[in-house]
């Protein structure tokens, strides 16, 4: 009974007189700023490695610079609606004066292409049916010049032109050149009531 009791009493000093008993092996808090771990357990704040420890054997870990947090992203500020690109343009109604103005410029635009057609018409058809009518312009006789004349003319017969009634001598620019017509004598023109082209002259026969 003695030496039951004896080995728990033994066991118990053994663990009184342990140094793992009698020193505390729990390593320090480390410090916030510390910059490196001694060899001996504590911890330096230099910011040199070279420096740092000394008296402490050394150092045993360097801890690497924390780098400073980030501040926050602005917050971004509220986009405004894009505007459009080609916005619509209103269009007004035109006033009477305007629409009167209008009709006024397209009424003189008309007649001034009326007017040019007749003259052109005169011109390749040949002079009015009036007895003094004007001579067509040189241009267009240059123009007629240069295409062929029917066939069967020749001296002492004139080209009649009915769209005009009008009759033009051999050697002129519209002799047997117009786009209607046949040869016959001029006395023969002249009894058809037919006059000649201002500005020309036949041959005597």
């Known amino acids: 009974m003695k030496r039951i009791l004896i080995l728990p009493a033994l066991a118990i000093g053994l663990l009184a007189h342990s140094p793992l008993s009698a ?5 320090p808090q480390r410090p916030e700023n510390a910059t490196g ?5 504590s911890y330096t704040t230099e910011a040199a490695r070279n420096s740092a420890c000394k008296g402490h054997h050394g150092v045993r870990q360097w801890f690497p610079a924390t780098p400073a947090p980030e501040p926050p992203p602005a917050p971004a500020a509220a986009s405004a609606p894009p505007a459009a690109a080609n916005p619509p343009v209103s269009q007004a109604a035109p006033s009477k ?3 009167a103005r209008e009709q006024s410029l397209s009424a003189a ?5 009326a007017a040019s057609d007749s003259l052109a018409t005169r011109s390749i058809a040949g002079p009015s049916s009036q007895a ?3 001579a ?3 241009a267009t006789r240059r123009r007629m010049a240069r295409k062929k004349p029917a066939p069967g003319g020749g001296l002492g017969l ?3 032109n009915p769209a005009s009634n009008t009759y033009h001598c051999p ?6 050149r117009t786009r209607t017509g046949s040869y016959m004598s001029e006395d023969d023109a002249k009894a058809r009531g037919a006059h000649i082209v201002s500005g020309e002259s036949c041959p005597a026969q």
């Open 23 to 27: 020193q505390d092996t729990t390593p």
């Open 37 to 41: 771990l001694c060899r001996d357990g």
């Open 97 to 99: 004066t305007t629409q």
């Open 109 to 113: 635009k008309a007649a001034a292409d």
């Open 132 to 134: 003094n009518a004007s």
């Open 136 to 138: 067509p312009n040189t």
């Open 158 to 160: 004139v080209w009649l």
């Open 171 to 176: 050697g002129t620019a519209y002799y047997g």
